[in-house]
């Protein structure tokens, strides 16, 4: 399993970062499973909504809440 942070999924959804390309070909090669936690969707949410991209963080947030691109790993529970 491997972790991605929040500057991979950053430069995973934004075509213009300098990173896109080698990220994304490296994402479409990967066959191990991938973890990230709330607060790395939480942050890089938050950096594409400050970087001016609300598209790229809506298509990001549905992406990472049905878990398609990686398990989500929930750093404190909500209580039900």
Same mark, same amino acid.
């Given at each position: 399993?491997? &972790? +991605?942070? =929040?500057? !991979?999924?950053?430069?995973? &959804? +934004?075509?213009?970062?300098? %990173? %896109? /390309?080698?990220?994304? !070909?490296? &994402? !479409?090669?990967?066959? $191990?499973? #991938? ?7 939480? $942050?890089?949410? =938050? @950096? @594409? ?6 598209? *790229? /963080?809506? $298509? !990001?947030? *549905?992406?990472?809440?049905? $878990?398609?691109? /990686?398990? @989500? %790993?929930? #750093? =404190?529970? &909500?209580?039900?």
């Amino acid at each position: 399993m491997i &972790f +991605v942070d =929040t500057g !991979a999924w950053f430069a995973r &959804f +934004v075509p213009d970062d300098p %990173h %896109h /390309a080698r990220l994304k !070909a490296w &994402f !479409a090669a990967n066959s $191990e499973p #991938l973890l990230t936690t709330d607060d790395c969707v939480d $942050e890089t949410l =938050t @950096l @594409l909504m400050a970087r001016k991209r609300p598209k *790229l /963080a809506i $298509e !990001a947030g *549905l992406q990472f809440f049905s $878990e398609s691109l /990686a398990q @989500l %790993h929930f #750093l =404190t529970r &909500f209580s039900d």
